[in-house]
Each structure stands twice: as C-alpha cells, then as structure tokens.
C-alpha cells in the first residue's frame, strides 16, 4: 500500500501537455526571467482573487520581505504575528530589523486569536516605549482564513498595518471574499507543496492600492525608477522566473476544480473521523473556505499522537507534525526572551497536532483505510 502526503504526480498526468507547452514557449522566446508569462498570471490571479493588483516573485518568504519593504517597516517597529505559523512570516520581520511580536492562537482555527491580540496591543503600547507598534501579520494556517472581521479593526484604530500571509490559503474565501483581497496586502507562496504549487519557487504579494503596487514593482528589482539602472531605493532580487510562471498558467485552469476536491476530501475526513475518543477533526466557521493546505487532527496529547502516528506508520502512511515548536520557542528567536508557557494555547495545540495525508486526488477508499487504522 503506498498513500502519498501530497500527489504531485497524479496532478501532473492532468497538466502535463499544457506544463510542456508553456515551458516550451519560453524556451522558444528565450526571456527566461519576468518574461511575458510573468504578466498574464498576475492578471489572472488578481483577478481569481478580486483585488487590483499582484506582483509576482521569487517565493512566499520574498513576498513578505517585498511586503515589509514597501511599508518601510525597520528597526524600532514591531509587528504582530502568531508563533504557530512557518519560520518565514516572523523571520521576515526580523530580516528588516524590526520586532515580531508573538500572540497566541484560537484554539479551534489555530489562527492568531482576536482578543489576545486586542490585549497585547494595549499591553505593548503602555509597556514598551522604545518601539513603535507598526503592523499585524495574520497568517492562515493550513488553508483557512483568521477572524479578519475582528483583526482589520485593530490595524485601522492603532494605526497599523495588516499583512495577509495567504502562503497556505490561496483560494479560501472569508465571508464570501478571496483572502488576498484582504488586508493592505496579501502574499503567498507557490512552493510545490502549496495548494497552488509551481515546479521549484514561486510568490505573489497583492495590494489594492496604486502606490504600494508601484513601490513592489519597484522594490522587485533591486529599487528600480524608471528605468533598470536607476535606482530609487533599497529592494531585493525578487524576480520569478518565466517557466514557473507558465507552470503556474498550466496548473491554474484546473485550480478550481482541485479546490472542490480538496474540500470534499476534506468533508470525508470530518465525516470518517469524527468521534473517535480522544481526536478532534479540524473546523471552518460557517461563511469561510479552507483550501486545506493541510488537514490537521489534534490528539488527546502527545503520547496519544505517538500512538496515532505509529500505528499509520506501521502501515506506511505518511503524516507529519505541523509544526512541533512555536516560533516563539525557536531559538532563532532566543533573543526576544519568551519562555516556555509565554503561549500556552500555541504550545497546547504543538504538542498534540498532526497532518494526513491531503491533495486533491486522495480517493475515498484510502480515507477509509486511513480512518480504520486510526480507530483499530
Ligand atoms: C510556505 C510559507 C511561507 C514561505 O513561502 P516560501 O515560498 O517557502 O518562501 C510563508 N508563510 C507561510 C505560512 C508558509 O506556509
């Protein structure tokens, strides 16, 4: 028996004509960076995610950086994020010397909780005159969109800023709007692994308004004016490479369809797992879409996981810890002095969660044997 983590190869079978065909076209014009593929997918994708503007780069992580730039975050501010995230929506902010912020996590969304945010605001700004409270990264984890309804409230009242870290969540809708029109900006990833994966790196960071989208440009390459060799500001190298983009064109006409499967797959866990003694299915509040990214169970604690996850690998199914140490806990960010039980909802949820299998072609017939061996 051999269930795959993610299916990229059945994926592939589906694209594989048009993939080779869009490579092809690249190769026969030759320009292999911010060719004219770079263009037609921005086009495409702003407009799937109903918002002006999208800037294509070089990862989800560069996204973020371009992000920050624009909002010339530095050092002195700090920025608000959750620890239960992927090292790169902290390390961004750390990168461009300004301060993350940790606040714990909704212990049904994993998602950065609303209150706890509302109070390490307040507590910040009477506690920490040295910097400046500058901006908010949500991030959606696994697929599935933070309580943006509660969170843009605080950006706007403090004067801040609010990034949507869509790397996991391209596709998901909050209240019937797609999340990267959400925010002041909103960035995701094409890592192969994302629900919209290209073939090596990719990113894409989206704003709705004129100026930011002119200063990502800008900021894109290397602060470029109007001209390449005149430069106007700092920026980075965060090009995307023509055949990634024309992968991305491939695999974006059947993205619906793979969204819709993803959910039913998604639903059929629910339905198979649920009530099983000591595990909780994971759960969208009504009026948002997941695109489950991942699909994410959470174990009695952790000597329940161990016995979960070692009976699916006695049979050679695969499942993975997402993610076993909050960001706060890292020692990468030793130097910001949190200590063990700082969040005790993030660190609760670290120690007892883990990942099936989830891709669109995941067949019912595999979720079951999945769910027997979990009950057995
Ligand atoms: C994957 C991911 C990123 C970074 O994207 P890369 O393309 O790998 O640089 C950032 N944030 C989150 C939440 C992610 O899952």
Redo the contacts with the bound molecule.
């Keep these: 028996m051999s269930i795959p983590f993610i299916d990229l190869k059945a994926q592939y079978k589906l694209v594989e004509d048009s993939v080779k065909s869009g490579i092809d076209g690249v190769l026969e014009h030759g320009a292999y960076v911010m060719g004219p593929e770079i263009k037609d997918l921005e086009e495409r994708l702003s407009s799937f995610s109903a918002v002006r503007h999208a800037v294509g780069c070089?990862?989800?992580?560069?996204?973020?950086i371009m992000a920050l730039m624009a909002l010339e975050v530095g050092p002195g501010d700090a920025v608000f994020t959750t620890p239960f995230?992927?090292?790169?929506?902290a390390e961004?902010i750390a990168l461009l010397g300004a301060t993350p912020v940790f606040v714990d996590v909704d212990p049904v969304t994993f998602n950065i909780d609303p209150d706890a945010l509302r109070r390490s605001i307040r507590d910040f700004k009477e506690n920490n005159a040295e910097l400046t409270p500058k901006g908010i990264i949500a991030?959606?984890?696994f697929g599935q969109p933070a309580d943006y309804d509660r969170i843009e409230p605080l950006a706007q009242n403090n004067g801040m800023f609010l990034i949507v870290?869509?790397?996991?969540s391209f596709g998901a809708t909050y209240k019937g709007k797609p999340v990267c029109s959400l925010g002041d900006m909103a960035?995701?990833?094409?890592?192969p692994?994302?629900p919209l994966g290209c073939y090596g790196?990719?990113?894409m960071v989206f704003a709705q308004n004129d100026e930011l989208h002119k200063l990502l440009v800008s900021i894109r390459v290397h602060g470029m004016g109007e001209d390449r060799y005149e430069n106007v500001r700092l920026g980075i190298n965060g090009r995307l490479d023509s055949m990634q983009a024309a992968v991305l064109l491939a695999k974006f006409e059947i993205f619906p369809d793979e969204i819709e499967k993803r959910q039913a797959a998604a639903g059929r866990y629910n339905e198979l797992l649920d009530g099983i003694d000591g595990v909780t299915v994971p759960t969208v509040p009504e009026g948002n879409t997941s695109v489950w990214?991942q699909y994410s169970l959470l174990a009695r604690d952790t000597e329940h996981r161990e016995e979960l996850m070692g009976k699916l690998k006695e049979v050679n199914i695969p499942s993975v810890i997402y993610y076993p140490k909050p960001l706060h806990l890292q020692k990468a960010f030793a130097n910001l002095g949190y200590s063990e039980g700082d969040l005790p909802v993030c660190e609760n949820l670290a120690s007892r969660i883990f990942s099936l299998p989830m891709h669109p072609y995941l067949e019912a017939e595999d979720q079951e044997t999945i769910a027997k061996v979990l009950k057995g």
């Excluded at 070089?58 to 973020?64: K, N, R, V, Y």
């Excluded at 960035?187 to 890592?191: A, E, H, K, L, N």
């Design positions: 070089a990862s989800g992580t560069d996204a973020l995230t992927f090292m790169a929506t961004a991030v959606d984890l870290d869509a790397a996991q960035c995701t990833s094409f890592f692994a994302k790196d990719g990113g990214a």
